[in-house]
T-cell receptor, first 114, second 112 residues
């Protein structure tokens, strides 16, 4: 079956521009997570959605970052006024319900801010 | 101090060798522990969960020491295909924080 998909796979943008990254989770997965991974670094948690509950935004690094999840499915991560330090791979993951160990990751969006 | 710490490596070992990685975590309230594997420029994938009593999956053995707050992964009879970065992952268990905390990973290179 279809896994987690993300688009675009690569995004190059100029400093100061806004970007939107999209995630399509596995059908039926109620939990959705965004992480980012800088070169040679571990994954950094950004935000977590579970069903209709208020999202856990505790990992968002600044108010330039926001995310939505519409209809309990597709999610969009928006970065406003991008900075060079935002350059990273942004990974989306989904899991079946609540907190489950097996999070299925998408291939990521590689963001480069010039 | 990082919440989850790992030796970044790389660990360069010959095929057939046994190799062990350790990981320490700082939050004693952590409840769930995992090892994920990440191939170069790919997404992480769950390798195995880590149970208090220790658990084995084929050539892979995971151990948890709650008193010392460390987790280990042992790989026996290493294969070339085991070459990857191994991520130690912890669920802090805090209410309201339900995502996983990933270590930076330990890179393994198995050589012919």
């Amino acid at each position: 079956g279809a896994g987690v998909s993300q688009s675009p796979s690569n995004k190059v943008t100029e400093k100061g521009k806004d970007v939107e990254l999209r995630c399509d989770p596995i059908s039926g997965h109620t939990a959705l997570y965004w992480y980012r991974q800088s070169l040679g670094q571990g994954l950094e948690f950004l935000i977590y959605f579970q069903g209709n509950s208020a999202p856990d935004k505790s990992g968002l690094p600044s108010d330039r970052f926001s995310a939505e999840r519409t209809g309990g499915s597709v999610s969009t991560l928006t970065i406003q006024r991008t900075q060079q330090e935002d350059s990273a791979v942004y990974l989306c993951a989904s899991s079946l319900a609540g907190f489950m160990p097996e999070q299925y990751f998408g291939p990521g969006t590689r963001l480069t801010v010039t | 101090r990082k919440e989850v710490e790992q030796d970044p490596g790389p660990f360069n070992v010959p095929e057939g060798a046994t190799v062990a990685f350790n990981c320490t975590y700082s939050n004693s309230a952590s409840q769930s522990f995992f090892w994920y594997r990440q191939d170069c420029r790919k997404e992480p994938k769950l390798l195995m969960s880590v149970y208090s009593s220790g658990n084995e999956d084929g050539r892979f053995t995971a151990q948890l020491n709650r008193a010392s707050q460390y987790i280990s992964l042992l790989i026996r009879d290493s294969k070339l295909s085991d070459s990857a970065t191994y991520l130690c992952v912890v669920n802090k268990g805090d209410t309201g924080r339900r995502a996983l905390t990933f270590g930076s990973g330990t890179r393994l290179q198995v050589q012919p």
